[in-house]
């Protein structure tokens, strides 16, 4: 008898208690309130956040579908400008050989002007001028040079290499171990306080789970998505705020893809390896085939064109030049990729 008076006190303490706990550890709603003067921090009123997803094979997206990747056919197809169809680097198809081609927008091998990073992992401890043997700037040092300030969020300590190269141009290095999640709630966390004018996004976990998996099995395949939810996150905390939704350009690349089966990317001449995503989504881009409006590009089809093909296809190398000419800054010096900043974006 007791029990059937106590019994809906006790749901309603229970519904209660679930509630309140929902609601101090908030996991439904993942953006944060925005300070209203995050905009007055950068430079031509416009934030570039350069997110690149290691090992993501555009296979990925159409194995998934729309469904899977809402995220990312957000920026590459239905909104941004973008294509699935990009090149990655001609002489390696590995992880920090290509992101330091997109910071700095050199080619790898030094001899040909490129930056000289052929090594792949952190026993290395020479910086990028070591490598190259001169000096090399990046878009770290022209966003810097310019009055902007810069972050970088990794995934792999590889990625040490950046402030270690540009120490006084690096602002803010947050490098946390195959932590996704925790490197994109930094990111958010400083988009709702203090943006930096450009932010270099490093997410590592298909790449991981190819290399212990293989590419395009189930395991990569779901971190494939988990990364599309993250991506996701930051699309909400820029929408959040009219400040950042007005002044934020997302640049998505991938540094190289996979071999479907296989736990490996260095065949450089293999298309499954050397096709990557490139796209530009945001304030002021609309949507477009990336090489419909660029007739300084070429879509290479199934092909690999060399360093000498004319035009090029879109590559991504490009993503320092066309950050920079996204945040009214001049192209990094000795830069190849887009060093005419002739890469259209809107
Ligand atoms: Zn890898």
């Keep these: 008898m007791t029990s059937l008076r106590v019994r809906p006190v006790l749901a309603a303490v229970v519904v209660l208690a679930a509630v309140l706990a929902g609601f101090l550890l908030a996991p439904t709603d993942p953006t ?25 094979n555009p296979r990925a997206l159409k194995k998934l579908g729309r469904a899977g990747t809402p995220n990312l056919h957000r920026l590459i197809k239905d909104e941004g400008a973008g294509t699935v169809n ?75 290499l950046f402030e270690r190269s540009w120490p006084k141009a690096v602002d803010k290095n947050v490098i946390q171990v195959e932590k996704n999640g925790a490197v994109v709630k930094a990111l958010r966390d400083d988009l709702a306080t203090s943006p930096a004018s450009f932010s270099f996004v490093h997410l590592g976990k298909p790449d991981q789970m190819g290399h212990k998996f293989g590419w395009m099995t189930p395991k990569y395949l779901r971190a494939v998505a988990k990364m599309d939810k993250l991506i996701g996150t930051i699309i909400a905390q820029v929408e959040s705020s009219p400040s950042l939704r007005t002044s934020t350009v997302i640049v998505l690349t991938s540094d190289h893809g996979g071999v479907p089966g296989t736990k490996n990317h260095v065949w450089k001449k293999n298309r499954e390896d050397y096709r990557v ?45 066309v950050s920079l000419d996204i945040l009214g800054v001049d192209a990094v010096p000795g830069s190849l990729w887009d060093a005419a900043q002739d890469l259209a974006w809107k």
């Design 32 to 56: 944060r309130p925005v300070s209203a003067d995050v905009a007055a921090r950068t430079i031509n009123d416009k934030h570039v956040i350069a997110i690149s997803v290691d090992g993501l």
């Design 86 to 160: 990009a090149r990655a680097q001609l002489e390696l198809t590995i992880t920090l050989p290509n992101h330091t081609s997109m910071v700095t927008g050199r080619r790898i091998k030094a001899g040909k002007g490129g930056h000289g990073v052929t090594w792949n992992d952190d026993t290395v401890t020479k910086t990028v001028q070591q490598a190259a043997g001169h000096d090399v700037d990046s878009v770290f040092t022209q966003v810097h040079a310019a009055g902007g300030t810069t972050a970088v969020y990794a995934t792999k300590s590889k990625f040490w």
């Design 277 to 321: 995503p490139f796209a530009i989504w945001g304030a002021g881009v609309d949507r477009a085939d990336l090489y419909a409006i660029n007739p300084h590009r070429a879509a290479p089809g199934r092909s690999r064109p060399n360093a000498k093909a004319d035009p090029q296809p879109i590559r991504n190398g490009e993503v320092a030049n």
